[in-house]
């Protein structure tokens, strides 16, 4: 059951990726980022409560809440809307990796010498990615969207790991309703450093056209993520999270047909290096 969710969320996620690129030609990160916090608001808290919400200890939800709005979500939301879609994308799913070792580190969960190996090629082909074709400053300038994807992965790794334990020991639908508060908090905060206000969807609902791919974008990165955090709960976060950061595949396929993202041979080596890593810890490893 935990690995069928997680390739849901896999889907859905490579899916909602393009979407969410589409939506920031319109709209800054920050503002894509309260819009997702109001659908997770609805949705996550609206599962939560319906399925078994228990009030619990206040300080470890409040903690595990704002850690997944800040590492897990809103630091996603700003490394995705930099550089091409097709090279930052596999970087991000690299933080099934970083899972892994946090997993190892904290939870005490155990990989078998083939899971380790993967690791080893995701963190190469990520290190292939990262190397500029040459040293000159407008190739350092494309360096800074990859290493926003980098920390992004490792925060993100960070999160899962703590949100797993914190699943583990009371609930996913507490987790829900903790995340979904964070997540609206924490939104506000990221809209007024990049100098954004609410205002700007006063008209919403007139002009829904316009807000086709933000509204499709972040619903899909809900509900993917949604599907991650269920499978928490049947599997350990070592399993499911690698099987989840599979998406690329999805992204980069959608996004060489409706991008036109163009990548260079080294960075393509790097890229396949990561996936079949990812596929390898997601389907093979232990």
Known sequence: MGIFFALCGSLVIGIANV??????????????FFIFALVCLICWGGVGILFGFTPGNLLYGTLVGFSTA?????????????????????????????????????????????TGICVF????????????????KEELHKLSPILWAIGAAVAIG????????????????NFFVYAAI????????????????????????????D??????????????????????????????SPITSTYPVVTIVLAQIFLKDKISVKNWVGIALVIVAILGIGFLGK
């Open 158 to 173: 960070a999160s899962d790991t703590l949100s797993k334990r914190y699943i583990t020991d009371t609930s996913v639908w």
């Open 70 to 114: 800040i590492l897990g979500q809103g630091i996603y939301f700003h490394a995705l809307s930099k550089g091409e879609l097709s090279i930052n994308v596999p970087i991000l799913a690299s933080y099934s990796i970083y899972t892994v070792i946090f997993s190892i580190l904290f939870n005490h969960e155990q990989i078998d010498l083939f």
């Open 19 to 32: 979407l969410m690129k589409k939506s920031f030609t319109t709209f800054s990160p920050s503002a894509s």
């Open 182 to 209: 964070a997540q609206v908090i924490v939104s506000f905060g990221y809209m007024k450093l990049q100098h954004q206000s609410v205002q700007q969807f006063t008209g919403m609902l007139k002009n829904l056209k």
């Open 121 to 136: 090629l995701a963190v190469l082909g990520t290190i292939i990615v990262a190397f500029p074709d040459k040293i000159d």
């Open 211 to 240: 807000y086709t791919f933000l509204l499709w974008g972040t619903l899909a990165t809900a509900v993917g993520t949604l599907f991650l955090f269920v499978s928490f709960n049947f599997t350990l976060a070592s399993i499911a």
